[in-house]
């Protein structure tokens, strides 16, 4: 079987349980946004309903329902007389995403420099532990899911939930870019930048930790300025 009929049967994608009756249609949701944003459809690529049909094993409604309810959130496009693509990535949103990011969690970083709980700050330390690790074998997929752990347990160490729903808000977009600047380089100057973030909290300064997390967030832009100009099919201004 030849690539092209391979990827027809869109093998990330696994049949549902059908035993969850009446929650087909969120199931459908949650797998073709994981895929997404896991990069499986790539921006700008079509989506074919009929495989993704065969795919999950189930019948068409809710696959274009989920489709249209993925289009509100800005990862898929319809096109009419065209069909649905997994949407291009649109510049100036991961812009406004990351503006609030940097806002929000300088101000966590700084905030936990004076508040974090030893037992936080031992959390810390083994996720960045486990992210050398990862840096180690390459495990990409493992790094990534890491690297939102560290900030997640700076937020929620400090019991901010409507921080954290903020910042989780715009995520989708943001993680498409990050899995699309994946490299070990990358990983590794992130492994960098964390560690810097956790001395400045360990040594509870927060002028450090902040100045830290600015940096941090800032040399992701950076580096997503650098795609986005290479990578002009991927993006949208």
């Known amino acids: 079987m030849d690539a092209p009929d391979k990827r027809k049967r869109y093998e990330f ?14 199931q459908v949701e949650r797998c073709l946004r994981a895929a997404i ?12 309903k009929a495989a993704v049909c065969t795919a999950l094993g189930v019948s068409r409604f809710p696959v274009s ?32 995403s ?10 966590v970083a700084e905030t936990a420099a004076s508040r974090l709980p030893p037992t936080v700050l031992a959390m810390l330390r083994s996720n960045l532990e ?5 840096v180690a074998r390459d495990d990409r997929t493992g790094f990534h899911a890491l ?16 921080v954290a729903a903020v910042i989780d808000a715009s995520r989708a977009n943001i993680d498409r870019v990050r899995r699309l600047l994946s490299s070990r380089r990358r990983h590794a100057d992130t492994l960098a930048e964390h560690w810097t973030i956790f001395r400045a909290l360990e040594g509870h ?3 450090a930790a902040g100045q830290a997390m600015k940096a941090h967030l800032g040399a992701v832009m950076d580096e997503v300025d650098l795609l986005a100009a290479r990578s002009s099919d991927l993006f949208v201004i």
Do not use: N
């Open 37 to 48: 944003v896991a990069l499986d459809f790539a921006p700008g690529e079509f989506i074919d």
């Open 98 to 107: 990351m503006l609030i990011r940097r806002a929000l969690e300088v101000m």
């Open 130 to 134: 486990a992210q050398q690790e990862a």
């Open 13 to 26: 994608l696994t049949p549902l349980d059908r035993e969850a009756r009446g929650q087909t249609t969120e």
């Open 205 to 207: 300064d927060p002028a």
């Open 147 to 162: 690297d939102l752990r560290f900030h997640a347990i700076l937020v929620d160490g400090l019991d901010l939930p409507r």
């Open 65 to 96: 329902e989920a489709l249209t309810r993925l289009a509100t959130e800005g990862l898929v496009e319809i096109l009419p007389q065209r069909g649905s693509r997994a949407a291009r990535i649109r510049l100036s949103e991961i812009q406004e």
